[in-house]
């Protein structure tokens, strides 16, 4: 069956390091996104990528990075920069007209 | 520019009860309405959409949603809760001429023995 799927469900970091969290996707959909989620908070967009080689900044997206090599994979880099980094981080992918997104089940992220 | 209102943060509900989740949203152009389920430490999972045609849409586990275009509302309904409906629902919108999604902040739904 396709989907998105994200790797690895938890992640612990030290402080200082980077690291990245893998999204990929099988449904041949354009667009890739990236979210962050806090307990008890909404969905903050961090990048989107529409097409190929080619990504935008959400509204969060000091401390992070990206890229979009290949259609079917958009990780997400976390940096050292990022001051609080401890969150749940979602990817989704969409296609043009399709209306709405497909969600992996979620990277939880814990600095320690 | 879109947003999207969820006017209740928290919804206690004793099972077998009826619910209504309330979502209102701003666009100045045509939308796709959008309502969400996610459990806990999981993804989001598409509940239903409203693209276009019949104002009243169902979805999955039962849930329904109606699409009022002069209150700019697209509430969530079920007629019988169950335990297992307890989740956080998210309502999102987007335009009909690209794809990116703006979404509420959240219901809580809890669904009481």
């Known amino acids: 069956d396709g989907g998105i799927t994200q790797s690895p469900k938890y992640l612990f970091r030290k402080e200082g390091q980077n690291v990245t969290l893998s999204c990929e996707q099988n449904?041949?959909?354009?667009?890739m996104y990236w979210y962050r989620q806090d307990p008890g908070q909404g969905l903050r967009l961090i990048y989107y990528?529409?097409?190929?080689?080619?990504?935008q900044k959400g509204d969060i997206a000091e401390g992070y990075s990206v890229s979009r090599e290949k259609k079917e994979s958009f990780p997400l880099t976390v940096t050292s920069a990022q001051k609080n980094p401890t969150a749940f981080y979602l990817c989704?992918?969409?296609?043009?007209?399709?209306?709405?997104?497909?969600f992996g089940s979620g990277t939880r992220l814990t600095v320690v | 520019a879109q947003s999207v209102t969820q006017l209740d943060s928290q919804v206690p509900v004793f099972e077998e009860a009826p619910v209504e989740l309330r979502c209102n949203y701003s666009?100045?152009?045509?939308?796709?309405l959008f309502w969400y389920v996610q459990y806990p430490n999981q993804g989001l999972q598409l509940l239903l959409k409203?693209?276009?045609?019949?104002?009243l849409v169902k979805g999955i586990n039962g849930f329904e949603a109606e699409f009022n275009k002069s209150q700019t509302s697209f509430h969530l309904r079920k007629p019988s809760v169950h335990i297992s409906d307890t989740a956080e629902y998210f309502c999102a919108v987007s335009g009909t001429s690209y794809d990116k999604v703006i979404f509420g902040p959240g219901t809580s739904l809890s669904v009481i023995p």
């Open positions: 449904l041949n959909h354009d667009a």
């Open positions: 990528s529409q097409i190929v080689n080619d990504f």
């Open positions: 409203y693209l276009s045609g019949s104002t």
């Open positions: 666009s100045s152009v045509s939308v796709y």
């Open positions: 989704a992918s969409s296609m043009q007209g399709m209306g709405g997104y497909t």
